[in-house]
């Protein structure tokens, strides 16, 4: 071989580079030194890079603590400003009421441990109610030493019916976070917020189904999944820092690691505790560090499952010991601990999952920063980033600041039960009409409700609101990359009101799937439910026809009504009574702000009336003649002065004694009173809120279009079949009006005064449990309890009878054909969720009859659906996800598969939320019921004739 230079070379041997000619060595050298010159630039590059690297973490590390003092004097300023506030109204703050700021009175655990604890004074401990939940955070087919989901208790599992589940359907992979859901979590302003999203709701329809897409989200973009989450949250919102080192302490290595590694329960009651934003409800308290499965966890999971449901032969448990799967992918090995990977899109959101534990993961400051990396736009961070269209003119209501006129803390306490515990009677009117003003008083509540009653607050229609949520298959939802649509190709993909839809597009209502409620097609069976021969106030029974306490206004010795509402005494001789209804007409017809909290409730419920007035803290009252009381009302005038527990017991049941009786066969039949002045009668209506009754109807839109198709034993089955949902059944008003009134009967629950088990409430927060409930009605048993009753209506238990407000909501319901008249309901329970309450995966049990429903109130939140939930964790449930968001004001019917076929949950709410679940016991359970209240009175009857002689 020949070089360059004409010199002669063997390539078998190896040359030397002296042999070589100048020119090649020199071009060797000059090659040699530039790559040398290029490695050094690109040295110094990424030590500069390192550098600044280094510098934005200590940058980010300052950010972090000048936020956490921020916070902190934000802290102390809020806190001086409520006491102020309290100071100047002369009650106590909220951390004051015993009741409500000891934790320990309100132990989390399943409702019934809840309400047998309220009950005995002594129950089975939270924490094997927790640890209970605990084990079966794995689905069923996956032992790990604890019970499957099939041989745990119900109360555990959740299940409200003693059926079976029916067969695994395939488990979805982890969601997306694309959730866009306007919910600000965690702020100062809260009850501001809450008033306003109570006001804004009312007569907006909104897209209201949601199945987020399902493609895996990034582990490495946690500030987009933040973000797009809506929830920002993180430091800023006056939670503090959770401690890390006692997270991840999920077993999953077999029977012993899984028992072992069970918290104990003196390790669960040292658990540090974060109490919730100023101001946040006393008594409700978070745990940072709750077990958590290893990150990643879930996802192996489910993966793991859904294969093994397609027939692949995997071994669950080797699968998921194998740590690695799900350690490697989350960054453990950095020492970041990210919040837990959720099937569950709203997971995240929850205010124990949204707090960083490490200071390298963003702040809030820098996902305030970031560009958002969707179409739209966050109105504010902590509120979801719509990515569509802009369909609709928005108002964009800054909620970051209260109006002007608004102090911080002054509109949150008017709705909460502190508050209202020590709240004078009448330095917030409870509406801006009520009192004969036309609001404007400077008030927050009054302020809110009249910009509620103009339609003037509101979250904007598009934060709420995505394109498509409608239908299965939408451009953003199919870009996604993933289809939403488990039907099959074969199915007809034809929706049955898509016309009805459409053509409502003209009337405003342009959300896709919405029909006026009128258009709706009711069953033939619904058919002769007319509303006016439906109507139920001609018959209807005095309620409550007890005692003193329906003396109202009017015994008080006040003026005569200023509003035009008539006394109907005369048509309904159970109002002149004392009936709780004519109690509360009277407040709001006479024109004066409402009685303090603790009258009221004496008002709301005739056994507080009748109890002796020392027990209540309050003034006797005056007994009505005993020769003007029915049979049923007697016991009231008996009970007044004794308050024997079986009086009072009688008397909120006596509801049910005289449906059908006396009242009803003198009602005159000829002057029916007006639907509005009746429901203003039972406060159910604002006074000045006088839209007639039909007009209103017409403002319900309707969506019954409701799809999820899931294999049922082997067959395509739209599972959620059957439900509908009817917007602005409650108008910003009354739904303001509710949520006092359901605070006002939490108050007394948590006063003691409530009898029986009306009232229960945790008695410490966690994840995945517990949430205020009061039933009325009936008693619901939602678990086996301490005597081994199993889950069901126990008649033999007393609780309250349903209120006025909930018998002239059924009536409403009824009147407008969303429930038949045959099923109207006779019982409710009350729902009080704190940010973090959820209610587990379950199929209300068939002692209630079909359809049954449910409000909401206070904020918008999803209920998931389908046909295997599961819960994955405490307060992390999965197996589907089909999601129906619940407006304010709205109203849920589950009938059908979508109240038989599928179960449904609803997930750790973002913000306090109400619900009313109304449903209609079953024949025989009612006739049970009307049973033991007759003995009851019979036999206090026989009590009182043996004392008379
Ligand atoms: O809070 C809700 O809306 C649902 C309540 C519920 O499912 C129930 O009470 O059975
Ligand atoms: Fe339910």
Not at 515 to 542: C, N, T
Request: with cysteine.
């Amino acid at each position: 071989m020949e070089l360059a230079g004409g010199q002669q070379v063997d390539p078998r041997q190896p040359v030397s580079a002296a042999s070589l000619p100048e020119n090649i060595k020199q071009r060797g050298q000059s090659k040699y030194q530039r790559a040398k010159e290029q490695l050094a630039r690109e040295a110094r590059a990424i030590n500069n890079e390192l550098e600044q690297l280094q510098q934005r973490i200590e940058e980010r590390e300052q950010a972090l603590l000048a936020n956490k003092e921020k916070q902190a004097a934000l802290d102390d300023e809020h806190k001086q400003h409520e006491a102020r506030l309290f100071k100047q109204l002369n009650v106590h703050g909220p951390s004051l009421p015993a009741a409500s700021s000891d934790n320990s009175e309100y132990d989390t655990a399943e409702e019934n441990a809840g309400q047998e604890r309220q009950q005995n004074g002594h129950a089975q401990s939270v924490e094997e109610a927790s640890s209970e939940a605990d084990n079966l955070a794995l689905p069923p087919g996956l032992s790990m030493g604890g019970p499957s989901m099939h041989n745990l208790p119900d109360e555990v599992i959740g299940f409200e019916s003693d059926e079976e589940p029916m067969a695994a359907s395939e488990q979805q992979g982890p969601a997306t976070h694309e959730l866009q859901m306007g919910a600000a979590a965690g702020s100062q302003f809260q009850g501001d917020r809450m008033l306003a999203q109570t006001a804004a709701s009312g007569h907006n329809n909104r897209a209201l189904e949601h199945r987020p897409g399902a493609s895996a989200r990034q582990p490495s973009q946690p500030s987009q999944s933040t973000w797009t989450n809506g929830n920002a949250a993180g430091r800023d919102d006056g939670w503090a820092q959770a401690s890390p080192e006692k997270g991840a302490a999920w077993g999953v290595g077999g029977p012993e690691t899984n028992g072992a590694q069970q918290t104990s329960a003196a390790e669960q009651s040292e658990r540090p505790v974060r109490r919730g934003p100023p101001g946040f409800t006393p008594g409700q308290t978070f745990s940072p560090d709750q077990k958590r499965r290893p990150p990643g966890f879930t996802r192996a999971l489910t993966e793991a499952t859904s294969e093994r449901s397609r027939g692949a032969k995997i071994d669950l448990r080797d699968r998921l010991n194998r740590g690695q799967d799900f350690k490697t992918d989350r960054g453990m090995e950095n020492g970041i601990t990210q919040p837990q990977e959720a099937t569950n899109p709203f997971q995240l959101r929850t205010p124990q999952q949204e707090v960083p534990t490490h200071p390298m993961l963003p702040s809030k400051q820098e996902v305030l920063s970031a560009e958002p990396q969707s179409r739209g736009r966050a109105l504010r961070p902590d509120m979801p980033v719509y990515s569509g269209p802009r369909t609709r003119q928005s108002v964009t209501p800054d909620y970051s600041t209260p109006p002007a006129s608004m102090p911080p803390s002054a509109a949150r306490p008017a709705f909460s039960p502190e508050f209202s515990l020590g709240m004078p009677a009448a330095p917030y009117p409870r509406s801006p009409l009520e009192n004969g003003h036309g609001g404007g008083n400077g008030r927050p509540g009054e302020q809110m409700a009249a910009h509620a009653a103009q339609g003037s607050l509101g979250r904007p229609m598009e934060t709420l609101r995505a394109p498509g949520q409608f239908t299965d298959r939408t451009p953003s939802s199919d870009a996604r990359g993933r289809s939403q649509d488990r039907r099959p190709p074969s199915l007809p993909r034809v929706r049955p009101v898509s016309s009805a839809a459409s053509s409502q597009q003209e009337d405003g209502g342009s959300q896709a799937g919405f029909v006026p409620l009128d258009s709706l097609q009711r069953p033939a069976k619904w058919a002769d439910d007319g509303e006016d021969e439906g109507s139920p106030f001609i018959p209807h029974p005095p309620i409550f026809p007890s005692s003193a306490s329906g003396s109202s206004s009017l015994q008080n010795g006040h003026a005569q009504p200023a509003s035009p509402v008539k006394d109907w005494s005369e048509q309904f001789p159970g109002l002149t009574l004392g009936g709780h209804s004519g109690a509360a007409g009277g407040r709001q017809a006479n024109g004066h702000a409402p009685p303090p909290p603790d009258l009221a409730a004496a008002q709301d419920f005739p056994s507080l009336a009748a109890a002796p007035a020392a027990a209540r803290g309050g003034t006797p009252r005056a007994a009505s003649p005993a020769s003007a009381l029915t049979p049923a009302t007697k016991a009231s005038a008996w009970s007044n002065g004794g308050g024997a527990a079986i009086s009072r017991n009688l008397l909120a049941q006596q509801s049910y004694v005289s449906l059908g009786t006396p009242a009803a066969a003198t009602a005159p039949k000829t002057s029916k009173p007006e639907v509005e002045a009746v429901e203003l009668q039972r406060n159910l209506r604002v006074a000045g809120d006088d839209a007639d009754d039909k007009a209103r109807k017409r403002q319900c839109r309707s969506k019954v279009d409701f799809e999820l198709w899931e294999k049922v034993r082997g067959r395509d089955t739209n599972t959620v079949s059957g439900l509908e949902l009817h917007t602005s059944v409650l108008s910003p008003l009354e739904q303001v009006r509710m949520v006092e009134t359901i605070e006002r009967w939490v108050a007394s629950g948590k006063r003691g005064e409530l009898q029986g088990r009306t009232f229960s409430a945790p008695r410490r927060s966690m994840p995945g449990k517990g949430r205020i409930t009061c039933q009325f009605g009936c008693c619901y048993n939602y678990a086996v309890d301490q005597q081994g009753r199993k889950p069901g209506i126990i008649a033999e238990e007393i609780v309250e009878a349903m209120p006025p407000e909930l018998e002239a909501l059924s009536d409403r319901l009824v009147r407008w054909g969303i429930v038949p008249k045959a099923i109207r309901p006779n019982s409710a329970i009350i729902n009080v969720y704190e940010p973090g309450d959820c209610i587990p995966p379950h199929i209300d049990h068939h002692d209630f009859v079909r359809p049954f429903v449910t409000l909401s109130l206070l904020s918008e939140q999803p209920i998931m659906f389908g046909q295997r939930l599961i819960p994955l964790s405490p307060g992390n449930f999965g197996g589907s996800d089909y999601y129906v968001r619940l407006p304010q004001g709205s109203c849920l019917v589950l009938k059908g598969n979508g109240a038989d076929v599928a179960m449904h949950c609803v997930p750790p709410v973002n913000q306090r939320r109400m619900s009313i679940t109304l449903r209609r016991m079953a024949d025989i359970h009612s006739q049970n019921v009307q049973r033991e209240i007759s003995a009851r009175q019979e036999k206090l009857s026989r009590e009182h004739d043996s004392h008379r002689w």
